[in-house]
């Protein structure tokens, strides 16, 4: 959960749970309309699709901005002018600016966002709406390899995946989603599943679907895409490598290059051989690294996660940009997000979720609130938590499927904000995760340790080795992020934590 929100509250989450299904979820299920023909811009071939090419433009502008929010954009306008600049590149040699493609794809603006997550991500929306965490940019060597991950999630796009994907799953997807989509609004479902991804599930989905054909396509293009616009293609094998002892580790997800996505280990052989291949019939050098600009632009990014967006310590999550605190239940998961924070019991049979209201007070929260159609209040009372004026409300809902589910609300006023604290379960199981709605709720204070106050996050500073050595005895294990280890700062620099560093190599550590 982000400071930005305190300017401005963001949208009540309350019980409307449908808001809590990924979007991408709605932009794969489309249930209404035809499939229909259209033309794919790079064979230029005529295929069957579930848009037409306005209809993807339009889901990719409406989903853009919830992405934004479920993730954050990056703050750092150097790095986003710098990420754009060479995906602008790379987009003038692909499929969608060649002067056969048709004037629509060929008019079509792309948007390229650095989003604010420490995970490893990089996915596209239909229509030309292309994302990459600070994760994923933290783990980049050189400007080459950006380029062709660039390139694959514009390969994406100009081969209308999604849109292909949809043709072929409209009908079933459609009933999935319409019955997903019913229980949630109906206070139920399985919810828990759909808070666990929070954000990153919306991100995930839309390449997740995609078939290893389409990720091999994708693979071709990108590398097409980047030895085009002049880069030397094959360095993407060295970031597929770190992606492959990412996975090994199972410390870290890689969300949108596992599952359908071919092996890492068989992109690394793959990569150089399609550069090879691209090398070869391009008329201009395909030879540009461009290490020393990558480095430039990455220097001074946050590292890792942010602790001024939240942090959870010893069962207690703090937000020292709002100023407040609460704790965690034992073993529950945390999943914080810029507009909120989930808490998921380990079986996902209850969740709590914290995030802002948009009502002036509390009383006005829970008017609002208690007034929904279909919810019957079991409880309803005023009360103070830790000082801060606040309402309680206890009530239910049935799920399309007739179960019963109760959630417990609490809305709080503390500084220029009002906050929602709900948690819901089955009403079988409310006795049993009362205490622990209850005693997160009401542990909700102002936040006064300057410690936790002051945490700054940790982020990158390029140096260059000072003397020949292994790369961990460059490594000052105690400004390393919380959710870092010296193996996870080796694989960001692409090397081993003993492989011997020559004298000047420039290294990515904490500072």
């Known amino acids: 959960m982000s400071r930005s929100l305190t300017a401005r509250r963001a949208p009540a989450r309350r019980t409307r749970l449908w808001a809590l299904v990924p979007v991408l979820v709605l932009l794969l299920a489309v249930g209404t309309g035809c499939v229909s023909t259209g033309t794919n811009p790079v064979s230029g071939n005529t295929r069957a699709y579930g848009y037409s090419w306005q209809e993807e433009v339009t889901m990719g502008q409406k989903a853009d901005k919830q992405i934004q929010s479920q993730y954050g954009v990056y703050d750092d306008e150097e790095l986003q002018e710098y990420v754009d600049g ?27 966002r650095v989003l604010d997550s420490p995970i490893i991500n990089a996915f596209a929306l239909p229509g030309g709406y292309v994302y990459v965490t600070r994760g994923l940019v933290a783990h980049l060597n050189n400007e080459a390899q950006l380029a ?26 459609g009933l999935l989603l319409s019955g997903a989509v019913a229980g949630q609004v109906a206070f139920g479902g399985n919810v828990a599943e759909n808070v666990m991804g929070l954000g990153g599930q919306a991100a995930q989905l839309l390449s997740l679907s995609y078939s290893r054909d389409n990720e091999r396509e994708s693979d071709r293009l990108g590398v097409e895409y980047a030895v085009r616009a002049g880069y030397d293609g094959a ?13 090994e580790q199972g410390g870290q997800s890689i969300p949108t290059w596992q599952s359908t996505h071919p092996d890492p280990g068989a992109r690394q052989q793959t990569i150089p051989e399609l550069a090879q291949t691209w090398r070869k ?56 997000q810029p507009q909120q924070v989930a808490l998921v019991q380990p079986d996902q049979s209850a969740y709590m979720i914290f995030t802002f209201s948009d009502a002036e007070t509390p009383d006005a929260a829970a008017r609002k609130f208690a007034g929904q159609d279909g919810l019957s209040v079991l409880d309803r009372k005023s009360t103070s938590v830790n000082g801060n004026d606040a309402r309680r409300v206890l009530a239910e809902g049935k799920t399309q499927q007739g179960q019963v589910v109760r959630l417990l609300t609490y ?24 205490p622990d709605f209850e005693r997160t709720m009401t542990s909700f204070a102002r936040l006064t340790d300057s410690e936790k106050l002051n945490r700054q996050p940790a982020r990158i500073a390029i140096q260059a080795a000072d003397r020949e050595g292994a790369f961990r005895s460059f490594v000052d294990t105690d400004a390393l992020p919380s959710d870092m280890t010296e193996e996870d700062l080796a694989i960001i620099n692409q090397l081993e934590v003993d492989q011997v560093v020559a004298p000047d190599r420039p290294l990515k550590l904490p500072n």
């Open 86 to 112: 060479v995906a602008q590149e790379v987009l003038a040699e692909s499929h969608m600016r060649r002067p056969d493609t048709p004037e629509r794809f060929r008019n079509t603006e792309f948007e390229f």
């Open 148 to 173: 062709m991950v660039l390139g694959h999630e514009i390969g994406h796009v100009a081969a209308r995946h999604a849109s292909q994907q949809a043709a072929r799953q409209k009908f079933t997807q």
């Open 235 to 247: 360095e993407g094998a060295a970031f597929f490598e770190s992606l492959e002892r990412v996975r």
């Open 281 to 336: 019939k391009v008329d201009r050098p395909a030879t540009t690294i461009d290490q020393d600009a990558y480095y430039d632009a990455l220097e001074g990014t946050v590292l890792g996660k942010n602790p001024r967006q939240g942090f959870v310590e010893e069962g207690v999550f703090y937000q020292p940009e709002l100023a407040f605190r609460f704790s965690i239940p034992s073993r529950w998961d945390v999943q914080n």
């Open 411 to 434: 809305f709080i006023a503390y500084g220029d904000n009002v906050y929602q604290f709900q948690g819901a379960t089955s009403a079988d199981q409310y006795d049993a995760y009362r």
